[in-house]
């Protein structure tokens, strides 16, 4: 028994805008009242649910391969063992243990991998067990997957539903990713897809109808978390068009579209972009069906991986770095380069403000996520840094100062003074992505949640608050203390079960023999071995 | 008994389709492996009479054997332990994690064969794919400084050459195999193209062609030292340019002759200057079974692929420094262990010197030179036999090895749990 008393606590869930009341937990969940136990007297600091990151890079083969390619982003950023912890390396691609270290000791007790190969699934949860303390899961690539483009174009809907619930069943996976649907699988002929009707080479398919397809397949199977898209045309100016029809061609099914600010540049191809984030923003305002997350870029070394093989290629174009590309067989590829953004650089300039645009112009915090697509727009270790730029309008303006006065001026961002309060910035760190995962004990201080809680000593400044947590308790067990972790645990993966009508079995096989190179039978991920910590999330009716 | 499906980690090729069937206690079939296969599944799958524990030679108990061993690995100073690229991810985890508690340097087998091609990743990246895609797609190949016939004996007729693919629907016939290597090997039959370069001239053939691609004039003179004339040279660069997806295929050829790193960088350069125009990719063709488990492994836990050291409390690299070839040359290291590994055998003599004067602790699944000179030696049962495990083929995907047969030896990874626990004991 943990008593927490005369914390200001914020739990938008419940509706709690900082009151002082008094939180009680129960062995590894909240409880109504109890006696006994340790008591934490909170008085002067603030109580939250522990943080979550809906979408990140953490695990799998592209983040192994981007630490096997940079040395050069661990060696100044060192973690030594200590008699509870491993010992780790930090920089943009943390090691495992370190990366699960750093989300709790910044007070994030959950965190979603946002794009795992289905073919490589194995190797994504072989990491999520070396990430400690924090649960987790992924999301699986699935929008230039053969097998579905192929039966998408033959229209056969219901082998495409029961294909993806197979495909999720096997990799123990969580959600539907989509990454640059189709353009993926024209990339592995030098091509891209350029807009929502380019048909895709081969497979008589268009980036329009696999979206629609798989936003069916999400709702039809009833996923916690529906199809999770990341838009065709990443980081090319003038790409707003093709993220605004990609809502558009949602019509009123659920979606969420990631790493938005990354979407939604106005210009031309090849030149400098501006924003078109009040366009877009006035969107998502009016369509409820809608969410994003940020992926906000923040200045400084980081490096980009994507499942975006022909982004990619284009990052290493301009930046003319190291890079490597991976195309996975039958399913997706991957690309990956270092980077840096300057606040000196018109676009690096504009990106930055585009995500701030972001944050401030969506008027329902319930449908916006704060991440900065770790590491892509920048490490998680901003966050708190990120948090003080929404609480605190001095240091925006302050900031601003710093950064390329032209990019900023061809945004709206000098003219907007909205500040976050407390409860909002709870929803966009816990409480929003909670739900938009369909995670009912998470996010949230009601009774029958996990226990996982932050409490922060008060402090004008945001981003030193944020960054050292006083207590981190997750799963009702104090871990850190003034930064400092007390003792390694290990967290739980989540992974769902739709279900699905067994015939496509023999299909699959058929296409196995074909044309993979593993067996159908090796290819499902052995429950017990991979996933010893986990928890099922049931696929039901949320309407 | 038959087990279906059966994963063989002998090689980097890592077939999951073998039919391994199982008589009285014994491996007696292994349908559908290769030679090699063959081999590992039969002569790894039958008892044996060798005690799981020696001291010196002698048989002991296996607690008194993980005794001994942990006080050796307690009080050494700057220890290396050794291998892992014949064992599972599950054990190497093991071996991390004690590596990091006693200090010192864990090395791998990479160090050896394709640390070369890592380092190159970390000069310029990397471009690569999934074997399938090889499969389903390549219509060129090559393979450099390669053998596979002998070394990876099914590479050619599961993954590469004969296999029919997707967009390769008359499999061999659509696609055209180039081998490149200072001799004639058994590969050459399977080849369209040989190309024999002189030995220890293979920068200055990447070079050459890396011009050509880029559409720079090569003089014939400067291609003499090669041994390759500038029409095959330019045949070669005109195939590459018309090829749909091509991929070179490189071995050891490349990564352990002279220029080493500068080789590999070479080509991955090669192939990064094609995709302006084509596709075009590269894979070490790894050796070892799970050798490419290791670097996974290590990279995830450490953030650096091999030669790791813990001295300081936290993770190294410098490849010439923490590897085990230089650490044993430089009478360095006061204590060696190898895992899954035959270092004896295989490491040069200078190397092997040193191993002779200090501490060294053997697992091995077999008896090897290794074994049969250290200190401590343990039997192990071998992952994918009579251990259940992960293994991560060449192209870095994972598959799942099932525990086939009982053995009357414990694994990899229970004998390095148990040696880290009583090491903790010791050391508290």
């Not at chain 1, 990454?179 to 009707?197: C, I």
């Not at chain 1, 490597?324 to 300057?342: F, H, L, Q, R, W």
């Not at chain 1, 996990?450 to 945001?462: H, P």
Request: proline share 5%.
């Amino acid at each position: 028994m943990i008593r927490i008393i005369n914390g200001e606590v914020y739990d938008p869930i419940n509706g709690i805008n900082g009151e002082v009341r008094d939180i009680f937990v129960d062995d590894r969940s909240i409880a109504a009242a109890g006696a006994g136990g340790t008591t934490i007297d909170a008085a002067g600091m603030v109580v939250m649910p522990g943080g979550i990151d809906m979408h990140c890079h953490i695990a799998g083969p592209k983040v192994n391969i981007a630490r096997k390619m940079r040395p050069e982003d661990h060696r100044n950023d060192v973690l030594p063992r200590t008699q509870f912890t491993r010992s780790g390396v930090g920089g943009s691609i943390p090691s495992t243990f370190t990366t699960g270290y750093r989300y709790a000791a910044m007070g994030y007790t959950t965190a979603f991998d946002a794009a795992v190969p289905p073919l490589a699934a194995r190797h994504a949860h072989e990491e999520l067990n070396d990430t400690p303390v924090v649960d987790k899961g992924f999301y699986t690539l699935m929008g230039n997957n053969e097998f579905i483009m192929q039966h998408i174009a033959s229209g056969e809907k219901e082998i495409v539903r029961n294909f993806a619930a197979w495909l999720l069943n096997a990799t123990k996976a969580y959600s539907i990713k989509l990454v640059n649907p189709g353009g993926v699988e024209l990339w592995k002929s030098l091509g891209n897809a350029h807009t929502l009707d380019d048909e895709v080479t081969g497979f008589k398919v268009t980036p329009r109808q696999i979206i629609q397809s798989l936003a069916d397949a999400s709702i039809e199977l009833n996923l916690p978390h529906r199809v999770h898209i990341h838009c065709n045309n990443l980081g090319i100016a003038g790409n707003w068009e093709t993220t605004l029809e990609t809502m558009k061609a949602l019509e009123d099914r659920q979606g969420h579209l990631t790493h938005i600010q990354f979407h939604s540049y106005g210009g031309t191809p090849g030149g400098l972009f501006h924003s078109k984030v009040v366009e877009l923003a006035d969107y998502v305002n009016s369509h409820p069906n809608l969410s994003v997350d940020v992926g906000q870029v923040m200045f400084g070394d980081t490096t980009s991986m994507t499942g975006d093989g022909p982004l990619g290629y284009l990052l290493y174009q301009v930046t003319g770095r190291k890079w490597v590309n991976v195309d996975v067989e039958n399913e997706e590829g991957c690309g990956i380069v270092p980077i840096e953004y300057k606040d000196k650089s018109h676009v690096h300039a504009t990106q930055w403000a585009i995500g701030l645009e972001w944050f401030l112009l969506v008027k329902d915090p319930w449908r916006i996520a704060l991440t900065t697509d770790h590491p892509n727009g920048a490490s998680f270790a901003n966050y708190p840094r990120i948090i003080r730029l929404l609480m605190d309008r001095g240091y925006r303006k302050e900031s601003m100062q710093h950064v390329n006065p032209k990019a900023l001026a061809d945004t709206t961002l000098p003219d907007l003074d909205r500040e976050y309060s407390l409860y909002e910035i709870a929803i966009i760190t816990r409480a929003a992505p909670a739900r938009l995962l369909g995670l009912a004990k998470k996010g949230h201080l009601g009774v029958g949640a996990d226990a996982d809680i932050t409490i922060y000593d008060k402090n004008d400044n945001k981003e030193k608050m944020f960054s050292v947590p006083r207590y981190v308790i997750k799963d009702g067990q104090i871990l850190v203390e003034d930064g400092h972790l007390r003792e390694d645990v290990s967290g739980r993966t989540f992974y769902v079960t739709p279900e699905y009508d067994l015939e496509v079995e023999k299909e699959i096989r058929k296409y196995f023999d074909a044309y993979y190179t593993v067996e159908f039978e090796n290819y499902p991920v052995q429950l017990e071995h991979y996933l010893p910590r986990r928890e099922a999330v049931m696929c039901r009716d949320i309407k | 008994m038959v087990f279906e499906h059966a994963v063989c980690a002998f090689c980097g090729c890592v077939c999951d389709d073998i039919a391994v069937t199982v008589e009285d206690g014994r491996i007696t079939q292994a349908k559908n492996a290769c030679v090699l296969g063959k081999a590992w599944f039969l002569s790894h799958g039958q008892p044996s009479d060798l005690p799981a524990a020696r001291i010196n030679g002698h048989a002991v108990s296996l607690e008194a054997g993980i005794d001994y061993a942990a006080s050796l690995l307690s009080q050494a100073h700057y220890p290396i332990i050794y291998g892992l690229s014949s064992t599972s991810c599950e054990a190497q985890r093991q071996a991390i994690a004690l590596s990091e508690t006693i200090g010192g340097n864990l090395d791998c087998c990479t160090s050896v064969c394709h640390g070369p091609s890592g380092m190159a990743v970390q000069g310029v990246g990397e471009p690569t794919c999934t074997l399938g895609e090889v499969k389903n797609r390549a219509d060129l190949l090559i393979y450099w400084g390669s053998n596979p016939a002998e070394s990876h004996p099914r590479h050619m007729t599961r993954y590469a050459v004969t296999p029919k693919g997707m967009f390769i629907p008359n499999g061999r016939k659509d696609r055209t195999v180039v081998l490149i290597d200072v001799r004639p090997t058994p590969s050459s039959r399977a080849a369209d193209i040989l190309i024999t370069p002189k030995p220890g001239k293979d920068f200055e053939l990447l070079w050459a062609l890396r011009g050509l691609i880029l559409g720079n004039k090569i003089e014939e003179a400067s291609l003499a030292e090669t041994g390759v004339t500038l029409e095959q040279l330019t045949d070669l660069a005109i195939r590459m340019k018309k090829s749909h997806f091509g991929i070179i295929f490189i071995g050891q050829g490349l990564t352990q002759s002279r220029g080493k790193h500068l080789n590999t960088t070479a080509a991955f350069m090669l192939v990064r200057d094609l995709n302006r125009t084509n596709k075009f990719a590269l894979m070490p063709m790894r050796g070892h079974g799970n050798v490419t488990g290791i670097d996974n492994v290590l990279a995830w836990q450490t953030g650096f692929p091999f030669g790791v050291n813990f001295s300081k409390g936290y993770p190294r690299f410098n490849p010439g420094e923490f590897t085990i070839v230089d650490v044993l040359s430089r009478d360095e290291a006061d204590l060696i262990m190898s895992v899954a590994s035959d270092p004896i055998a295989s490491l040069p003599a200078t190397a092997r010197k040193r191993a002779a004067e200090v501490p060294m602790i053997a697992i091995d699944t077999h008896e090897s030179e290794t074994t049969r000179r250290a200190q401590v030696a343990f039997i192990a049962a071998t992952a994918g036999i009579g251990a259940e495990g992960t293994v991560y083929r060449m192209d870095n995907v994972p598959l799942h090895m099932d525990k086939i047969l009982d053995l009357p030896f414990p694994s990899d990874e229970e004998l390095l749990s148990r040696l880290h626990t009583r090491v903790k004991e010791l050391k508290s």
